[in-house]
């Protein structure tokens, strides 16, 4: 069956550090993006692809960068990470760009001490 | 600015009860709306999407609806299961042609079913 998965899961890291966040789909879908979940916040867009070499900012795009050299992943890194972007992480793709179904992944929860 | 509300914020039952979740929301021009089911711990998962033109739609025990003209949906849960307790998330989308970025989330109603 086809599937996004994201790795890692968990992930406790420190101010200032550079940290991955990796998205994998098997979907073939064009479209991925990823969103932060927090409390009192409904999803917010950080960023989205809508293909290969393909990147575009969201709503929340500061102090994060996206990359997508191919179909199938769409790496996200927080250059520095700071104590703000604690949050959970969650990819999605999607078969068609005006907003089809998306499919989400299971989150990365990523804690900034 | 588009805006989408839910009520209520978090929501008790008993097991067997039913209960119904409220979405409003500003989004303009209006192509679809859907509600996604989120299992704690997990990613969300489409439940069902609304049309302009639908007004009622079922996916089992839940049953959406849509009046376009005021803005509102809803989704009724009919007799509830341990397994409903989860977030429910109402997302709106502009526009047919534009992209999934222009997507409008609620902040989702968190129920829990108690035996």
């Known amino acids: 069956d086809a599937e996004i998965t994201q790795s890692p899961r968990h992930k406790i890291t420190e101010t200032g550090r550079q940290v991955t966040l990796a998205c994998h789909q098997t979907?073939?879908?064009?479209?991925m993006f990823w969103y932060r979940q927090d409390l009192g916040h409904g999803l917010r867009l950080i960023h989205y692809?809508?293909?290969?070499?393909?990147?575009n900012k969201g709503e929340v795009s500061d102090g994060y960068s996206v990359s997508r050299s191919n179909t199938e992943d769409l790496p996200l890194t927080l250059e520095s990470a700071a104590s703000s972007q604690t949050s959970v992480y969650f990819c999605?793709?999607?078969?068609?760009?005006?907003?089809?179904?998306?499919?989400f992944g299971e989150g990365s929860r990523l804690t900034v001490l | 600015k588009n805006q989408v509300e839910q009520s209520p914020q978090s929501l008790i039952i008993l097991e067997g009860k039913n209960c119904t979740l409220q979405?409003?929301?500003?989004?303009?021009?209006?192509?679809?709306l859907r509600w996604y089911k989120q299992d704690t711990g997990r990613g969300p998962v489409s439940l069902t999407i609304m049309t302009f033109s639908e007004n009622t739609k079922s996916n089992g025990r839940y049953t959406a609806t849509l009046d376009a003209d005021t803005k509102q949906s809803s989704l009724h849960i009919t007799a509830s299961q341990l397994s409903d307790s989860a977030s429910y998330i109402c997302?709106?989308?502009?526009?047919?042609?534009?992209?999934?970025?222009?997507?409008?989330f609620g902040k989702g109603t968190h129920l829990i079913i108690q035996p």
């Open positions: 979405c409003n929301y500003t989004v303009s021009p209006f192509s679809n």
């Open positions: 999605a793709s999607s078969l068609t760009p005006e907003a089809g179904e998306l499919f």
């Open positions: 997302v709106v989308s502009p526009h047919s042609g534009g992209g999934a970025d222009g997507l409008t």
């Open positions: 979907w073939n879908h064009n479209n």
């Open positions: 692809s809508y293909g290969v070499h393909d990147t």
